[in-house]
């Protein structure tokens, strides 16, 4: 299953793909895309467990880079 969200406060392309990363290794996570310029994360993932990859996900986000927010599109 793929969403789309709105991500805001990154502060640069490196912090983008840094934060990238970091969600690849989310288990469940199929794969990530975060553009930096677009504010826009793409993510697809197993969609049997989406609320649990959420809170992973989100978990990851406040580690990696705590001033970000994630809105769902």
């Known amino acids: 299953m793929c969403c789309k969200f709105k991500i805001k406060g990154l502060d640069c392309a490196n912090c983008a793909a840094e934060l990238e990363r970091a969600i690849q290794k989310v288990d469940g996570v199929e794969s990530v895309n975060i553009s930096f ?37």
């Open 37 to 73: 310029m677009t504010e826009r994360m793409e993510i697809d993932y197993d969609a049997s467990n989406k609320e649990e990859i959420m809170k992973k996900i989100r978990k990851v986000i406040k580690r990696e880079e705590p001033d970000v927010e994630l809105q769902e599109i």
